[in-house]
């Protein structure tokens, strides 16, 4: 059975950082985009960050562009998502997610398995 599991949110104080984990449990994901999404209380799912497979080509959401960063170690299976300057606005459940094909990459069909999410909170 394919995992996704993410870790390394939690409670942190506007302006600052934290560092997510997401562990893939399958060796077949090396080959896959991987990508971040978050919800935020009565807020639909939305895009963050996405990677490609090689690690080559990454995309932001316009909002943490210059503040976020992805990385993905295919050894590990594991995609990383630093996020600096928090803002209270950041403050959501963040979940990872698998696709196949880079392409169309910040809509949410497509992505074939998710993680249970974690949650980030900043505080102002």
């Known amino acids: 059975q394919v995992h996704l599991v993410e870790s390394g949110g939690g409670l942190v104080q506007t302006g600052g950082s934290l560092r997510l984990s997401c562990a893939a449990s399958?060796?077949?994901?090396?080959?896959?985009?991987m990508g971040w999404f978050r919800q935020a209380p009565g807020k639909e799912r939305e895009f963050v960050a996405v990677i490609s497979w090689t690690g080559g080509s990454t995309d932001y959401a316009d909002s943490v562009k210059g503040r976020f960063t992805i990385t993905r170690d295919n050894a590990k299976i594991t995609v990383y998502l630093q996020m600096n300057s928090l803002k209270p606005e950041d403050t959501a459940v963040y979940y990872c997610?698998?696709?196949?094909?880079?392409?169309?990459?910040?809509?949410?069909?497509?992505?074939?398995?998710w993680g249970q999410g974690t949650q980030v909170t900043v505080s102002s």
């Open positions: 399958a060796r077949t994901f090396s080959t896959y985009a």
């Open positions: 997610a698998v696709r196949p094909y880079y392409s169309d990459y910040a809509q949410i069909a497509g992505y074939n398995y």
